[in-house]
Every structure is written in C-alpha cells, then in structure tokens.
C-alpha cells in the first residue's frame, strides 16, 4: 500500500495570505496525485489532477506541483471560502488519500 | 447537471446488512468505472470498492472482501453497495464517486455524491 503523508495536519492562516500544503508519497506515484477540497457535512470536491491540473471551474488561485514523491498544493490569496480539509490522493496504484490538512482561520 | 446521490443508509446492529443506492444523472453513466470510498468518524478517506464501466470486474479493499458486494444497473444509472456481516468499524460515511480516466490506466475521482451515513452499532 501507498502510503500518503500530509503535513501540517492544520494550518493556521489570514484571509489574503498564501497557504503552501505538503503531500508525500511512501513511493513514487509519478504525477497521479489529485487534491480535493472538503467543507464539513460536504462532499470532497476535485481540485487538482495530475498533481498540477485545475478540475474545472476550480479558480486559478489554486494551483499544484511537484511529481514523484513530494507534492504541493498552494492557494495564493485565500479566500474566506477556501477555509476547509484538503486531501491528497494517490491514484498511481489504487487509491489510498492523505489524513488531510485542515486550513483555519488565523 | 452531473449529480449522483447516495441512499440507504442508516442504523444497523453489527452483524446484520445493509444496501446502498447510488443514483446518476447528467452523464454517460454506462461509460464510466465507479468506486465507492468511505470515511470513517473523524478519518480519511479510504477506498471501499470499484466496478467496470460494464460491470465485468470488480475490485475490494481487503477488509471488506467477502463481505461488500458492488453491482452496478446501466438501465438504471445506478450503483450499489450490499454490505453483509457488518462490522462496528465499517461505521462511516460512504459516497460513491465517478471515475475519470488519466494516463496509462489511471483512474481519479471527479464527480462525488453527497454521502450517505452507516452506523454500526447495538
């Protein structure tokens, strides 16, 4: 099983501040890693594939990096909507997700 | 609209069963594989179960084989989960969810429902 590690579990930050989220892979997913946003008693919603693709409608102050093993999902200006659980997902061999980075209001 | 909605859900005693429903609409659902993920009471996520777009295979985490069933109605653009001998660690909330296919055999999740909650307890 891949194991996917997300870091921080929550991250504390300002409206209008840059939030930077870290994902990593137990081994190489290559660039099959997705991010998906999720608000309490919501459904996830797909933000990023292909570990730097924007899903559609998913503003462009979200954006994705990294391949491999280490992966980053940054939001530019946050948005009091962004305020939420993110997850990363592997999908490079099934599908195993990280425990999630919780983003709050500082 | 691409919408899918889960039913089914509900209190049930550990051992008993349970059948989920899950309803598609505003697309080609015979086209498309379909999962169903879980999410357990202040947990992640976790994979539960995956089916063909045709229903010719069928794949389970190993602490549902033998237990969890998926089936798929194409007629009926739906989706199931019949879970046997349940468990209090099967206690979550489960939605189902569309696969897209990326590169190389790769599959992410694009389309989520709602959920629909299961709660394993006497």
């Known amino acids: 099983e891949i194991v996917m590690t997300q870091s921080p579990d929550t991250l504390s930050v300002s409206p209008g501040e840059r939030a930077t989220l870290s994902c990593r892979a137990s081994?190489?997913?290559?660039?099959?890693l997705a991010w998906y946003q999720q608000k309490p008693g919501q459904a996830p919603r797909l933000l990023i594939y292909?570990?730097?693709t924007r899903a559609t409608g998913v503003p462009a102050r979200f954006s994705g990096s990294g391949s491999g093993t280490e992966f980053t999902l940054t939001i530019s200006s946050l948005q009091s909507e962004d305020f939420a659980v993110y997850h990363c997902?592997?999908?490079?061999?099934?599908?195993?997700f990280g425990q999630g980075t919780k983003v709050e209001v500082k | 609209e691409v919408q899918l909605v889960e039913s089914g859900g509900g209190l049930v005693q550990p051992g008993g069963s349970l059948r989920l429903s899950c309803a598609a609409s505003?697309?080609?659902?015979?086209?498309?594989?379909m999962i169903w993920v879980r999410q357990a009471p202040g947990q992640g996520l976790e994979w539960v179960a995956d089916?063909?777009?045709?229903?010719?295979?069928?794949y389970y985490v190993d602490s549902v084989k033998g237990r969890f069933t998926i089936s798929r109605d194409n007629a009926k653009n739906s989706l199931y989960l019949q879970m046997n001998t349940l468990r209090a660690e099967d206690t979550a909330v489960y939605y189902c969810?569309?696969?897209?296919?990326?590169?190389?055999?790769?599959?992410?999740?694009?389309?989520w429902g709602k959920g629909t909650t299961v709660t394993v307890s006497s």
């Open positions: 089916i063909k777009h045709d229903a010719s295979d069928e």
């Open positions: 505003g697309f080609s659902f015979s086209r498309y594989w």
């Open positions: 997902q592997q999908y490079s061999y099934w599908w195993t």
């Open positions: 081994q190489s997913v290559n660039s099959k």
């Open positions: 969810a569309r696969l897209t296919q990326w590169i190389e055999l790769s599959y992410y999740m694009d389309v």
């Open positions: 292909g570990a730097s």
